[in-house]
Structure formats: structure tokens, C-alpha cells
């Protein structure tokens, strides 16, 4: 079985920084694309970052362009979304996500609040 596990969330102020990890089981983690997703209430859910299989091109959206970077750990099976300068528009639940045989697979999500 496939499965994804995000963690790293939590509550953080304006300006403030989180790292988030996605653990990933069940695929040849190292040939697969893998992409950040998030979702804040009452919004549809929003691609925030994609990164190549070796890590080597990454993209994301334009809200979060020079703050965030996406990262992967190959030798893990981990992937990793750093945040920086963190704005309240930033609160959502974030998830990670991976595409194989034309299938989805998501995490359960991990809950980022930006607030003072």
C-alpha cells in the first residue's frame, strides 16, 4: 500500500518558519515527481511546489516564490517543504502527494496557522 505521512505543522507567527516532511512507503519513491498541495478553509485546494524525481527542478506557485523551497531525500524516502517568512495567507492544511500509474496518492495532512 501506498502511503504518505506529513508532519512538521503547527502554529507560528507572522515572519516565522516551518519545516514540513512528507514520509513516503510503498513506491519506488526515488522515480517519482512529487508536489506540496495545500488547502485553507472555504478555498480549493492549490498546488504549492513540485519537485523532479532526483530533486534536481523544482517549481512553485507564485505566492510562496522565494520563500519556500522543496527539497527530497532519496536515501529516506523523504520529501521536505521549507517555509520561510510565513504570512497568515499561508494557513492551511498542507499535503504531500505523489502520482504513479495514473493513481493519486495522498497524505492525511498537517495543519500550518500563521497568526500573532
Known amino acids: 500500500q501506498v502511503q504518505l505521512v506529513e508532519s512538521g505543522g503547527g502554529l507560528v507567527q507572522p515572519g516565522g518558519s516551518l519545516r514540513l516532511s512528507c514520509a513516503v512507503s510503498?513506491?519506488?519513491?526515488?522515480?517519482?515527481?512529487m508536489t506540496w498541495h495545500r488547502q485553507a478553509p472555504g478555498k480549493e485546494r492549490e498546488l504549492v511546489a513540485v519537485?523532479?524525481?532526483?530533486?534536481?527542478?523544482?517549481s512553485y506557485a507564485d505566492s510562496v516564490k522565494g520563500r519556500f523551497t522543496i527539497s527530497r531525500d532519496n536515501a529516506k524516502n523523504m520529501m521536505y517543504l521549507q517555509m520561510n517568512s510565513l504570512k497568515p495567507e499561508d494557513t492551511a492544511t498542507y499535503y504531500c502527494k505523489v502520482r504513479r500509474g495514473g493513481n493519486d496518492y495522498w497524505g492525511q495532512g498537517t495543519q500550518v496557522t500563521v497568526s500573532s
Open positions: 519537485i523532479s524525481p532526483a530533486g534536481g527542478i523544482t
Open positions: 510503498g513506491l519506488p519513491f526515488s522515480t517519482e515527481t
